[in-house]
């Protein structure tokens, strides 16, 4: 269990260095207006997309177990 906690932790670091090297500034990232815009139209749609396509089959295949 330890090590995947590791990796992650490991993966995370290079991820911000990697993205330090290519000159992305997180803080601009996160505070960019457009950006967060996406990422909450995005998550509507995914929100919608479960409920409307996926849950209603994973809930009937699970009702049959």
């Known amino acids: 269990m330890n090590k995947g ?9 290079l991820s911000i260095v990697i993205l330090s090297l ?8 996160f505070t960019d207006q457009t950006l967060l815009e996406n990422f909450k139209f995005a998550w509507e749609f995914l929100k919608h997309a ?16």
């Open 22 to 29: 290519l000159g992305v500034s997180l803080r601009t990232l």
């Open 5 to 13: 906690i590791i990796q992650l932790i490991i993966i995370i670091v």
């Open 50 to 65: 479960w409920g409307t396509y996926v849950w209603p089959y994973v809930d009937s295949l699970w009702q049959k177990i």
